[in-house]
């Protein structure tokens, strides 16, 4: 089953945020929390915040085992946007926007009789598939490679970049 935590109106902006959140999708949350805490990205503090709350939930709430539970996604959405003006020449302003990021994560339990596939059948595969294309490949080069035509007279001055003088 999964369980979605939120942390709303963070005063980070989505894109900078973002390549925080990529390195964690799909982990196991004790990897995330190690990962997290050594990040120098601004955005990590309230990642894991939000990271440490969902499992603390998770567990108070829903009766869950921490190790059980891995990140199943996290994606950020962009939220308000707060709207200031700077001056500028000529009495103008100039307009700033300071972004905000809505984080929305996502946990599952993972099941424990689950195991991973074995890498070693596909390995084969993709090998004995390899063969079959170079067996099949039968290349023929072209017979001449001719020069292109160039242009005389007066369609040259024409069709003439700038660049090319």
Known sequence: MQYKFHLNNLRIAPRKTRQVAA?????????????????????????????????????????????????FNIFIDEGPMLKRFMPRAFGRAGAIHKKTSHITLVLEEKIGGVKKKKKTAKVESVKEDMKEKKEKTDFVAPKEIKPKRRLEGIARKVFRRKAIG
């Open 23 to 71: 390195l964690i999708k799909k982990m196991s949350v004790q990897e995330a929390e190690a990962l997290l805490k050594f990040q120098s990205k601004r955005a990590a503090l309230p990642i894991l915040k939000l990271l440490k709350s969902g499992i603390a939930s998770a567990v108070n709430n829903f009766n869950l085992s921490p190790e059980d539970l891995h990140i």
